[in-house]
């Protein structure tokens, strides 16, 4: 008599995880990983601060570019005289806004420091201008009129004092460069004052005859030209 058959399957162990075991696991791994991640985000967060550059300072940057003579002109002036000037420029932009109802400002105040120089243009002397008596040793020269030759201002010392623009006021690019250009003109227009032409003249006299008389002159006389007549 035949036994009871077995199941081919039996000595199959078949073992199925169990539900407490695997999901204890899957959170050691999730914390595992949280964790890690935790330390990598806290790491980059204190490390790159100390790796990152300090933010470069601000700076000017000139770049060289060739500079192109255009033209050269021979002079031969002689400067007899510099005038130092100051002079403070108050210049204002009045605006009208809202339909004329408010008047706008943009005003500037500058200090202007210049210097003006004078002398003479020797390039305008011709020939008829110069004699000379050998008998006499005497020298007879007629020289143009004492003449402007620059104005400019001393840019170490020239400054805006202040700058206002009022509210509704449209700020003004051009002012400074409008209040630089009066601080010029104001400047010659002030030098020009007083015995400046006159000192211009007599520090030029002494110069040629100076001059004149290294070159063997015994005496020199010494005429004016009238200012605006040009010579040969």
Sequence with gaps: MEGPLQDPYA???VHAPRP?????RAARIALLAVALLASVGFGALVVAPRLRAPAPASSVVARPSPALVI????LARLETTEVHVEKVVDLADRQSRLFGLVQATDALLLVAVGHVTIGVDLARIGEDDIA???ETGVARLTLPAPE???TRLDEGETYVYTRKTSLLAR???QLESRARKEATEA???AALEGNVMARAKAQAERQITAL???LGAKRVEIRWRDAGVGGD
Aim: charged share 30%.
């Design 71 to 74: 033209a050269i002109r021979d």
């Design 187 to 189: 400047i010659e227009k």
């Design 148 to 150: 402007v030759f620059s």
């Design 11 to 13: 000595s199959v162990a």
């Design 132 to 134: 000379m008596d050998p």
């Design 20 to 24: 407490r075991a695997q999901a204890g």
């Design 171 to 173: 700020r003004n690019e």
């Design 212 to 214: 004149a008389t290294q």
